[in-house]
């Protein structure tokens, strides 16, 4: 069968991550090794780029420009929530056949996995040669089939990181710390604060995550213990943790609030839940010392705290993306799997096994309590963060 020859098409969705440009340049630099390839376009802000051609000409970027890129957070095509329906992935059908593409990348999650699925189909039903690859992103971790996501092992180092200070801090001045973490459905990214933990008492002493129902009464009681014991209490709780009803907490306690462009309760960008759940421990368990925090966008692009492994992984996804497009004439969604301790290979999955669905922690990942980690979750994560700094307590005798 005859090489195809035509053009690149890429385009970046959805939330950004420190690691994405990692895939974009891996995507870029191996597609530029191949003949079959004319011109390299890049789409401004995702999807909706394509549709109003708002191109640049990756060809022409210099390797020297591109591999600095690639060491930069977040998105450097630009992004965009837009859903793309079926009449939206016809543009963006009809855009590849006006600009000759013949191979299409796009990096995001489930959402823009459906819309590389639709265009595929479009193509298929034009008969139309055009090979269509997700390169897979997401910091929440929650795409299916994949071990894990690119731009996961960054965002979980940070909060990792970023609760091993807290917990240096709160046992100098003890008192109760809240702080709220991303994820709307999966829990995954607040399940990392556990990762940098060391001495017995270490924080987070709890973790609260979607994927089990969160009940107030029994939250207070847990505080309660952990601060009894201890003489203070750090909580890592997800965003999108729900009630007995099971809409979010935030509803619960606050109402109805903004929604976002899917009509998803709007989660980040406000620091409410951290202050309700605040407020309750301070009026129901009488303490006064009680702070929280809301990580909010800091976990996506945090410049300097990046994992090297996660780096390595989200340009290799993109290399393979090419070679699966151009070099093996096939579709799909690039996956990574585990084969050791630790070490990972790629493949492709069909379009439609990654599309609109997303996964959940696993049962074994949580406790029978609902509020901490496991020792599976542990081993499953902590080498996703790269070589981590340690931290270390004063030992020394008292007088007398």
């Known amino acids: 069968m005859a090489k195809m020859v035509g053009n690149v098409l890429i385009a970046q969705g959805g939330g950004p991550t420190a690691v994405i440009n990692q895939s974009l340049v891996g995507a870029v630099l191996e597609a530029r090794k191949f003949p079959e390839v004319g011109r390299v376009y890049g789409a401004l802000h995702g999807v909706r780029g394509i549709v109003n051609e708002n191109f640049v000409d990756l060809t022409q970027a210099t390797t020297h420009n591109l591999e600095r890129v690639a060491c930069t957070?977040?998105?450097?095509?630009?992004?965009?929530?837009?859903?793309?329906d079926a009449e939206y992935c016809e543009r963006i059908f009809k855009t590849c056949i006006k600009y000759n593409v013949r191979f299409f990348?796009?990096?995001?999650?489930?959402?823009?996995?459906?819309a590389v699925r639709i265009v595929n189909e479009n193509a298929a039903?034009?008969?139309?040669?055009?090979?269509?690859?997700?390169?897979?992103k997401t910091i929440d971790n929650d795409l299916r089939v994949t071990d894990h996501c690119p731009g996961y092992g960054s965002a979980a180092r940070f909060v990792s990181l970023a609760f091993a200070g807290a917990n240096l801090d709160n046992r100098s001045l003890p008192g109760i710390y809240i702080a709220v973490v991303m994820?709307?459905?999966?829990?995954?990214?607040?399940?990392?604060?556990?990762?940098?933990?060391?001495?017995?008492?270490?924080?987070?002493?709890?973790?609260?995550?979607?994927?089990?129902?969160?009940?107030?009464?029994?939250?207070?009681?847990?505080?309660?213990?952990?601060?009894?014991?201890?003489?203070r209490c750090i909580v890592a709780v997800s965003e999108g943790i729900v009630g007995e009803t099971g809409q979010p907490m935030i509803t619960e306690l606050l109402g109805e609030g903004e929604r976002d462009a899917h009509g998803n309760v709007q989660l980040s960008g406000t620091g409410a839940l951290g202050d309700l759940l605040a407020d309750?421990?301070?009026?129901?368990?009488?303490?006064?010392?009680?702070?929280?925090?809301?990580?909010?966008?800091?976990q996506r692009s945090f410049v300097g705290i990046v994992s090297e492994v996660d780096q390595a992984e989200a340009r290799e996804v993109g290399e393979?993306?090419?070679?699966?497009?151009?070099?093996?004439?096939?579709?799909?969604s690039v996956a990574i799997r585990r084969t050791g301790d630790y070490s990972v290979d790629y493949f492709l999955t069909p379009l439609e096994t990654v599309a609109r669905e997303t996964k959940s922690m696993p049962d074994n990942f949580m406790n029978a309590a609902g509020n901490n980690?496991?020792?599976?979750?542990?081993?499953?994560?902590?080498?996703?963060?790269?070589?981590?700094?340690?931290?270390?307590?004063?030992?020394?005798?008292?007088?007398?």
Not at 193 to 210: C, F, I, N, Q, W
Not at 283 to 292: G, H, P, Q
Not at 321 to 329: D, G, L, P, T, V
């Open 320 to 332: 393979k993306a090419a070679q699966f497009a151009i070099w093996n004439n096939v579709d799909g």
């Open 183 to 231: 994820g709307r459905n999966a829990g995954f990214l607040t399940a990392a604060s556990a990762l940098s933990r060391k001495y017995e008492d270490d924080g987070p002493h709890l973790v609260y995550v979607p994927e089990r129902t969160f009940r107030k009464e029994q939250f207070l009681a847990d505080v309660d213990q952990v601060y009894k014991r201890h003489g």
């Open 125 to 136: 039903a034009a008969n139309y040669e055009l090979r269509c690859i997700h390169i897979p």
């Open 105 to 114: 990348f796009y990096v995001g999650g489930n959402d823009s996995a459906d």
């Open 73 to 84: 957070p977040s998105s450097a095509l630009l992004s965009t929530r837009d859903k793309p």
């Open 373 to 400: 980690v496991t020792e599976e979750f542990i081993r499953y994560a902590r080498p996703l963060l790269g070589a981590m700094p340690e931290y270390e307590r004063l030992m020394a005798p008292p007088l007398g």
């Open 280 to 298: 309750l421990v301070k009026a129901e368990l009488k303490v006064s010392r009680v702070r929280a925090d809301t990580f909010g966008y800091l």
